[in-house]
């Protein structure tokens, strides 16, 4: 009888550490982040709401300080003001309806993106090429063309 007591008051003693530890391990991973650079293709969900709305102020936010820019076949190396007034124009002449990625990769500091935009009552295809510096992704080259 003796040693049941001493059982129920090692269990009873043990039983609210084992709570605080699992309820620090939850704390933990709700408050960790997911999204790192290098394990997610979050960084194409808003550059993708952008091109769909025709939002070039937004979309330059994601450009680098200076970047290749290809637009129907007109290649250059613009600066993010220059390249914010490319896509200006291009939506402006070709009102976009919908944008949909369709193949995505990418490794260590480098992310690629290729899709469809549906614009004006054309179909485009688009690449975007983006760069990782002080962990924060840039638009280093981004091409549309027709279909």
């Known amino acids: 009888m003796k040693h049941l007591k001493i059982a129920i008051l090692a269990f009873a003693l043990l039983l609210p550490a084992h709570a605080v530890l699992a309820q620090n391990n ?18 194409f969900i808003p550059i993708s709401k952008y091109l769909a709305a025709g939002n070039a102020d937004a979309l330059s936010a994601w450009f680098g300080d200076n970047l290749e820019i290809a637009v129907l ?6 600066s993010r003001a220059q390249a914010r007034q490319i896509v200006k124009t291009f939506f402006d002449n070709h009102t976009p309806r919908s944008f949909n990625i369709t193949h995505t990769a990418g490794r260590a500091n480098m992310k690629y993106a290729l899709g469809t935009l549906i614009a004006g009552g054309e179909a485009f295809s688009v690449t975007i090429f983006m760069s990782c510096k002080n962990d924060t992704y840039k638009i280093q080259q981004l091409k549309i063309e027709r279909l």
């Open 26 to 43: 939850l704390i933990k991973s709700v408050v960790q982040s997911p999204a790192t650079p290098d394990n997610s293709d979050d960084v």
């Open 73 to 78: 076949a007109k290649e250059s190396d613009a």
